[in-house]
């Protein structure tokens, strides 16, 4: 019978320390808040987008075109001729790859 009051109130005393020592107050209602925050913010809307694909296609052709002008001008400007439309060009380039790029990127 001492053995079974001696294993009780050893149960008793180790699960009350266990308790005490467990979690401070402070954390778990830190942690009751954010699960409440994480309920609280909706999902994020994932939308499909849509390219304007022939737009896209016109774009692209264009931008090669324009680009299979400049090797000839910098042979041009090897053999000392600047062409007069090669900046111009170069905008051109630089004007389309932009939309291209903002077109499909999210």
């Known amino acids: 019978m ?3 009051t001696c294993i009780l109130l050893l149960f008793s005393a180790s699960s009350a320390y266990a308790q005490v020592k467990a979690v401070p107050a ?3 209602q830190a942690d009751q808040t ?3 925050t994480d309920r609280n913010i909706p999902p994020p809307i994932t ?3 849509r390219f304007d694909m ?4 016109q ?3 264009e931008l090669a075109r324009i680009a299979q002008t400049i090797p000839p001008d910098v042979s041009s400007i090897q053999k000392g001729l600047l062409p007069k439309d090669m900046s111009e060009k170069l905008k051109q380039i630089e004007k389309l790859s932009k939309q291209i790029r903002k077109e499909v990127s999210p």
């Open 59 to 61: 774009d692209a052709d």
């Open 47 to 49: 939308q499909r987008v």
């Open 2 to 4: 001492k053995q079974l």
């Open 34 to 36: 954010e699960s409440q």
């Open 26 to 28: 402070g954390v778990r």
């Open 54 to 57: 022939a737009r896209l296609r």
